[in-house]
């Protein structure tokens, strides 16, 4: 159990509703398992109060917050600094106080790429990339790629407008990467055909929508890494029917880890312990699941 005292430093996240968060768990583990005496705690914030409750964060003492929806593009105004990465993602999901100063890091890209390179062993530098989606978190690993070196990135997106915004983004700061934005109107068989790894960053597959496909499954090939961002179900039925068309697979959670512990490394400055840290997400999932049963 941890214990709570006057020293315990304290860490959390902000968001609203925040009724389903997993943060506590992945991060409390991780403390424990280095018998830290820090805590981490959910903290829903209505809109109105977003601008006090970060000044509160740094009356409080906290070290650090993760932000999470709806705030991780409002936050930013609050911030004292940045990273660049952030600011050209134009979101942030974790602040480190430092001398209370507020400062803004991004780490949702970083934790895709991570769970690419380490889950799923590939690396993107050179690879022609499919992501469906153009919303948050398309961006920041759209982003991310870009960074690693893609060498083509194709956008494809249900409202064709936020698809090309996505697309000028990356143009603009990666000209060395061919881009490509289009809807589901284009003929996507080229684009298909084109990419070796395809991304479902949309929220189709998820909760209400599970039996629903962001796109046409025909169109994958067994040549395909197929990702789901999406980590509850941990299978999608994305994934299960790309892995019966004989294609590889990476579920979301291992973003969720990667993300969570690039926070904890800017918080901590020490190393996550990852196999700690996916174990607890993997054990709260499944009770989750059988909660819903
Ligand atoms: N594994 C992780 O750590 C992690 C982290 C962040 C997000 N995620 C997951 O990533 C997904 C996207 O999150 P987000 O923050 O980017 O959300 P978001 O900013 O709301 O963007 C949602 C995107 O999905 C598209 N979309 C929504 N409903 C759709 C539908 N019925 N048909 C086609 N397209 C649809 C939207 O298209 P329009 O532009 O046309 O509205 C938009 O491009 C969610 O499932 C989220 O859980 C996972």
């Known amino acids: 159990m941890l214990r709570i005292d006057g020293q ?10 925040l009724r389903y968060t997993l943060s506590p768990v992945l991060h409390n583990a991780a403390f424990q398992h280095l018998s830290l005496n820090w805590c981490y705690v959910p903290l829903p914030v209505e809109r109105p109060f977003l601008h006090q409750a970060l000044e509160g964060i740094k009356a409080l003492n906290f070290v650090g917050i993760n932000v999470t ?7 930013i105004p609050f911030l004292d600094e940045i990273t660049s990465y952030a600011r050209i993602v134009g979101a942030v999901n974790t602040i480190h106080v430092k001398g209370h100063r507020l400062i803004g890091y991004n780490t949702d890209g970083r934790g895709f790429l991570a769970s690419l390179q380490k889950d799923a062993k590939f690396d ?11 919303g948050g978190a398309a961006r920041s690993i759209a982003v991310s790629l870009a960074l690693a070196g893609a060498g083509y990135i194709a956008i494809v ?12 983004l990356l143009q603009e700061n990666f000209p060395s990467c061919e881009v490509e934005a289009m809807d589901f109107e284009a003929d996507l068989s080229y684009v298909f055909l084109k990419a070796e790894v395809v991304i479902n960053a949309t929220p189709v597959g998820m909760g209400p929508r599970s039996g629903e496909l962001p796109f046409p499954v025909e169109l994958l090939k067994p040549k395909h890494l197929v990702c789901d961002l999406i980590y509850k179900p941990r299978e999608t ?14 579920g979301g959670l291992g973003m969720l880890l990667h993300q969570g512990a690039a926070a904890f490394e800017i918080w901590t400055n020490l190393e996550p312990p990852i196999a700690v840290m996916r174990k607890a997400l993997e054990e709260a999932l499944e009770e989750d699941r059988h909660g819903e049963g």
């Open 124 to 134: 993107p530098e050179g690879k022609n990339i499919l992501i469906v989606g153009a």
């Open 8 to 17: 315990t430093k304290l860490t959390g996240i902000i968001g609203y509703p």
């Open 157 to 168: 997106n249900r409202t064709l407008r936020r698809a090309h915004s996505l697309g000028q």
């Open 237 to 250: 039925l994305l994934l299960k029917l790309a892995k019966e068309k004989g294609a590889r697979t990476l």
């Open 69 to 75: 929806m709806p705030y991780k593009e409002e936050v």
